[in-house]
C-alpha cells in the first residue's frame, strides 16, 4: 500500500503485559514519529527517528515505553508491564525529512489495558 | 511552556461558512498545520502556513499571523462530511508537532 501502516488495528492488553506495536511508514520516507492520543485529545509527541537514530524520545512517559527502528524502516513501540492509564489510540507518522514538512498519519492502533 | 488553544466544539449548518481558530505559545516557530480526523481515523493534513497571510486550497483556506501567535482555518460551503475533528498543530524548534486538543466540528442540514 502507499500509506503507513499500523498493526495491530486493535489491542486488548491486561495490565501488567508487555505489548508490541508495528509501524510500517511510506517507503522511503526518512522521518518516523509515534504520536499518542487519548480519548477527545490531540495527539502528544511521544518519540521521533531520522532513518535509524531515535533523535527525540523526551515524550516517552515512563521507561516502560520504549521504541525502535533499526534498520531506519519499520519501527516498533513496545510497553512493558501495561498500565491503564496506558490505554489510548497509538499514531505514528512518517515523513521525507527535512525539505517535506508533510507528516504523513497512520491508522493508529487503538490499545485498551483492563 | 508549550501551548496552543482551539475551541473544543462548534456547529454549522450546511452550506455555510465556519471559521476555527487557534493561538498558539511555543518554543520557536517552523509552521502550523491544520489536519481534519474523522472519528476512529487517522489525521490527515489540510494545509501548512510558515508565513503569514492566508493559503487557500479549494474550500479551505488557512491563515497565520506569527506575530499575534494566531492562525484560523476557514471552511466554505460546508457538507456534511465536513463533520470531524481538526487539529491545529505547530513544528517549535525540533521536527516533532505540537497539537492542540482539536474542534470538534458537527454540520447540520
Known amino acids: 500500500g502507499a500509506g503507513v501502516s499500523q498493526s495491530p488495528r486493535y489491542k486488548v492488553a491486561k495490565r501488567g503485559q508487555d505489548v508490541a506495536l508495528r509501524c510500517d511508514p511510506i517507503?522511503?520516507?526518512?522521518?518516523l514519529f509515534w504520536y499518542q492520543q487519548a480519548l477527545g485529545q490531540g495527539p502528544e509527541f511521544l518519540t521521533y527517528f531520522q532513518n535509524e537514530a531515535q533523535l527525540d524520545k523526551s515524550g516517552l512517559p515512563s521507561d516502560r515505553f520504549f521504541a525502535e527502528r533499526p534498520e531506519g524502516s519499520v519501527s516498533t513501540l513496545k510497553i512493558q508491564r501495561t498500565q491503564q492509564e496506558d490505554s489510548a489510540v497509538y499514531l505514528c507518522a512518517s515523513s521525507l525529512g527535512d525539505l517535506d514538512y508533510e507528516q504523513y498519519f497512520g491508522p493508529g492502533t487503538r490499545l485498551t489495558v483492563t | 511552556g508549550q501551548n496552543i488553544d482551539q475551541p473544543t466544539e462548534m456547529t454549522a449548518t450546511e452550506g455555510a461558512i465556519v471559521q476555527i481558530n487557534c493561538t498558539y505559545q511555543?518554543?520557536?516557530?517552523?509552521?502550523l498545520f491544520w489536519y481534519q480526523q474523522h472519528a476512529g481515523e487517522a489525521p490527515t493534513f489540510l494545509s501548512y502556513?510558515?508565513?503569514?497571510g492566508l493559503e487557500e486550497k479549494g474550500r479551505f483556506s488557512s491563515f497565520l499571523s506569527r506575530s499575534k501567535g494566531y492562525s484560523y482555518l476557514l471552511l466554505k460551503e460546508l457538507q456534511m462530511k465536513d463533520s470531524a475533528s481538526y487539529l491545529c498543530?505547530?513544528?517549535?524548534?525540533?521536527?516533532?508537532?505540537?497539537f492542540g486538543t482539536g474542534t470538534r466540528l458537527q454540520v447540520f442540514p
Open positions: 511555543t518554543s520557536g516557530f517552523n509552521g
Open positions: 502556513n510558515v508565513l503569514d
Open positions: 517507503s522511503g520516507h526518512v522521518s
Open positions: 498543530a505547530v513544528r517549535g524548534n525540533t521536527d516533532k508537532l505540537i
